[in-house]
């Protein structure tokens, strides 16, 4: 009987183990999947869930947003961030889905700036350019991660002297919060024990519409913005900053994505459709919407709010249609679209822009906040 009774236990035992192994969340993703080494280092997914149903799942793997799910009109919960169901894939892809970004966001002209009398050499990643930090940047890169609290994940990296180029021991600290107002509020903090540039922001790309594999050119889209930052055959800022008045890219009254996207403007060809910088005419104050989007297939809305003074606006222009994601869903061309809260492109090389430079003493301090709701 006592044998018996064993070996009841150990068939519970494992039964439980394979529950434990085969946990799934809301989105569908199986957390056996994401549990990996990666440069000797535990890889995990970590869920939030606020009080209202949402679902955020991040991998501390570049800090990676992998799903989250909001409600639609009709109350149907739906993932309206694109990325992959299992670590491989994100290690494997030379993609940003969901990713941090750092140290320095968007692109350095020339992979050089000078601070200070010195002059630094970053990677070439990108026409001769360093594009979000270079190859190696923070999206590629193993976070420390502390689960605060079912809604609160912290994540921290030292990012050390040297590291790409960018002088410094830069320590960080990035939270990512599940609201129970429903949004994820992202705040980023970061000090170093040298001067430096610091750009950090989320690389998170977005369709709304709950249609898997579906483009995004009939979302609307706000952005509250009077002036941008044009930019050069190879998306370097000139150093101007015109009115969007009369453009294609004047996106202060809702329209759609698709409405203009393929009119002969100058900054469109360039871009291969959106992707630039606007100036934020909320200037810092995080209470007033920087942007929004609206999916007109199932009402859901996103809100951005930030205390940075520039969105980058992407629009999935280099998505090439062979890109498999969650639930073996292909990402389309035009898939999905970005929000990126920034201090502008190239600004080290641009004293007329606002400062990037951090200093020993000081604190880095950037919020942005993605709120959901619905509209019918």
Same mark, same amino acid.
Not at 2 to 9: D, E
Not at 330 to 346: I, L, N, S
């Given at each position: 009987?006592?044998?018996?009774?064993?070996?009841?236990?150990?068939?519970?035992?494992?039964?439980?183990?394979?529950?434990?192994?085969?946990?799934?969340?809301?989105?569908?993703?199986?957390?056996?999947?994401?549990?990996?080494?990666?440069?000797?280092?535990?890889?995990?997914?970590?869920?939030?869930?606020?009080?209202?149903?949402?679902?955020?799942?991040?991998?501390?793997?570049?800090?990676?947003?992998?799903?989250?799910?909001?409600?639609?009109?009709?109350?149907?919960?739906?993932?309206?961030?694109?990325?992959?169901?299992? &670590?491989?894939?994100?290690? @494997?892809?030379?993609?940003?889905?969901?990713?941090?970004?750092?140290?320095?966001?968007?692109? &350095?002209?020339?992979?050089?700036?000078?601070?200070?009398?010195?002059?630094?050499?970053?990677?070439?990643?990108? @026409?001769?350019?360093?594009?979000?930090?270079?190859?190696?940047?923070?999206?590629?890169?193993?976070?420390?991660?502390?689960?605060?609290?079912?809604?609160?994940?912290?994540? !921290?990296?030292?990012?050390?002297?040297?590291?790409?180029?960018?002088?410094?021991?830069? @320590?960080?600290?990035?939270?990512?919060?599940?609201?129970?107002?429903?949004?994820?509020?992202?705040?980023?903090?970061?000090?170093?024990?040298?001067? !430096?540039?610091? @750009?950090?922001?989320?690389?998170?790309?977005?369709?709304?519409?709950?249609?898997?594999?579906?483009?995004?050119?009939?979302?609307?889209?706000? &952005?509250?913005?009077?002036?941008?930052?044009?930019?050069?055959?190879?998306?370097?800022?000139?150093?101007?900053?015109?009115?969007?008045?009369?453009?294609?890219?004047?996106?202060?009254?809702?329209?759609?994505?698709?409405?203009?996207?393929?009119?002969?403007?100058?900054?469109?060809?360039?871009?291969?459709?959106?992707?630039?910088?606007?100036?934020?005419?909320?200037?810092?104050?995080?209470?007033?919407?920087?942007?929004?989007?609206?999916?007109?297939?199932?009402?859901?809305?996103?809100?951005?709010?930030?205390?940075?003074?520039?969105?980058?606006?992407?629009?999935?222009?280099?998505?090439?249609?062979?890109?498999?994601?969650?639930?073996?869903?292909?990402?389309?061309?035009?898939?999905?679209?970005?929000?990126?809260?920034?201090?502008?492109?190239?600004?080290?090389?641009?004293?007329?822009?606002?400062?990037?430079?951090?200093?020993?003493?000081?604190?880095?301090?950037?919020?942005?906040?993605?709120?959901?709701?619905?509209?019918?």
């Amino acid at each position: 009987m006592k044998k018996l009774i064993v070996s009841a236990l150990a068939i519970c035992t494992l039964l439980s183990c394979t529950e434990k192994k085969e946990e799934t969340t809301l989105s569908g993703l199986k957390k056996a999947d994401f549990v990996s080494t990666v440069e000797g280092q535990p890889t995990n997914l970590f869920v939030l869930k606020n009080k209202n149903g949402l679902e955020a799942c991040i991998t501390n793997y570049g800090g990676r947003l992998v799903s989250l799910m909001v409600p639609d009109k009709n109350g149907k919960m739906t993932d309206v961030v694109l990325g992959y169901d299992n &670590i491989a894939d994100y290690v @494997n892809s030379d993609g940003n889905f969901g990713a941090l970004i750092g140290r320095y966001g968007n692109r &350095i002209n020339q992979g050089k700036f000078a601070l200070d009398g010195a002059e630094y050499e970053l990677p070439h990643n990108d @026409n001769g350019h360093c594009l979000h930090g270079g190859d190696k940047g923070y999206h590629t890169r193993m976070w420390t991660p502390k689960q605060v609290d079912d809604q609160t994940l912290e994540l !921290t990296y030292l990012s050390k002297d040297g590291e790409a180029g960018f002088p410094g021991n830069l @320590n960080i600290k990035v939270t990512y919060k599940l609201t129970d107002n429903n949004a994820i509020d992202i705040k980023y903090e970061a000090e170093t024990d040298k001067p !430096t540039v610091v @750009n950090l922001t989320n690389h998170s790309y977005f369709n709304l519409s709950g249609i898997p594999g579906s483009q995004i050119l009939d979302q609307i889209v706000t &952005i509250n913005a009077d002036t941008y930052t044009p930019v050069d055959s190879l998306l370097i800022p000139t150093g101007e900053t015109p009115s969007v008045e009369g453009t294609p890219i004047d996106f202060r009254q809702p329209k759609s994505i698709g409405e203009r996207i393929n009119e002969p403007f100058d900054q469109i060809v360039k871009g291969r459709g959106y992707d630039l910088n606007w100036i934020l005419n909320t200037k810092g104050n995080i209470n007033q919407p920087a942007a929004s989007a609206k999916s007109l297939n199932n009402g859901i809305v996103m809100e951005v709010y930030t205390n940075e003074p520039g969105l980058q606006f992407y629009t999935g222009n280099f998505m090439s249609g062979k890109d498999k994601g969650k639930h073996g869903v292909v990402y389309p061309h035009r898939g999905a679209f970005c929000m990126e809260t920034q201090h502008y492109p190239d600004s080290p090389n641009k004293p007329e822009f606002p400062s990037v430079v951090l200093r020993p003493g000081e604190k880095y301090m950037s919020n942005c906040i993605y709120k959901f709701s619905t509209q019918n």
